[in-house]
């Protein structure tokens, strides 16, 4: 049988085309893009072979099915945070990790509620992994509850890392709470309420207050945490 003829105009080849090759990394730095910009639920693999000029069974065949490539764009992200210094004690070890946790995760909606449903690959978060349970068991728990403990801390981090991250795409949240928890109880013997609404009302007439409260609200929360974690170090040290 004859060959078809080639469509007359259109290049043989990516490189006659002017285009570069389609490969694993490029399709996961533009993956990354693609979150950073929309969020890791966000984008499909239409929009992603879109993104690098190819079609999706391009896609599947360099990296796998959109799970695949939302994994590996996961393990991109956690490769991006630095861990901190080995000799720190236990506590200010976890308060700068789990502070430069979300420093790094905030720029990827999505990731942070992906850690904290199914957690880190072996290969992206082994050595994290490794370094967080070498500073609790050497902080005094056992091999148990330590494992306890590590989950407890990161996916509480998590879970409010991801609380910021649908409040800041709902353009109409921050409207939501002014007109709702912003405003004066219809009850004036409702003391307790009218303290809080007249607190958030202040934040969010005050841009720098509004602006600082995810993070104020992130550092209040994993502080009280840590609290916990090393009043339970104490019992079982006076054991």
């Known amino acids: 049988m004859a060959k078809s003829a080639p469509v007359p105009g259109r290049p043989r080849s990516r490189d006659a085309a ?9 399709i996961i730095d533009a993956a990354l893009e693609l979150t950073a910009r929309h969020g890791v639920e966000s984008w499909t693999l239409r929009q ?19 799970d695949t490539v939302v994994t590996a764009v996961v393990d991109r992200v956690i490769a991006k945070y630095e861990l901190p210094p080995a000799d720190l004690e236990w506590r200010d070890w976890w308060r700068q990790f789990l ?4 420093l790094v995760f905030m720029q990827y909606p999505g990731v942070a509620r992906r850690v904290a449903l199914n957690g880190p690959s072996v290969q992206a978060g082994g050595a994290t992994v490794d370094r967080a349970m070498r500073t609790l068991l050497g902080a005094g728990f056992e091999q148990e509850e330590a494992t306890m403990v ?7 981090a998590c879970l409010f890392i991801s609380l910021e991250d649908d409040q800041r795409k709902a353009a109409e949240v921050k409207d939501q709470i002014k007109g709702g928890w912003g405003a004066p109880p219809p009850d004036p013997d409702l003391s307790g309420l009218a303290t809080l609404t007249e607190a958030v009302h202040e934040r969010l007439e005050d841009p720098q207050r509004n602006t600082e409260y995810f993070g ?6 994993v502080d009280r945490v840590l609290d916990g974690v090393q009043k339970r170090l104490d019992e079982i040290k006076g054991a």
């Open 18 to 26: 002017g285009l570069p090759a389609v490969t694993p990394d490029r």
């Open 48 to 66: 992603l072979a879109g993104a690098v000029d190819a079609y999706p069974a391009v896609i599947y065949h360099h990296v796998g099915d959109r």
């Open 99 to 102: 502070t430069n946790l979300r």
């Open 150 to 156: 590590c989950r407890l801390l990161v996916s509480q």
């Open 216 to 221: 104020e609200l992130f550092d209040y929360a």
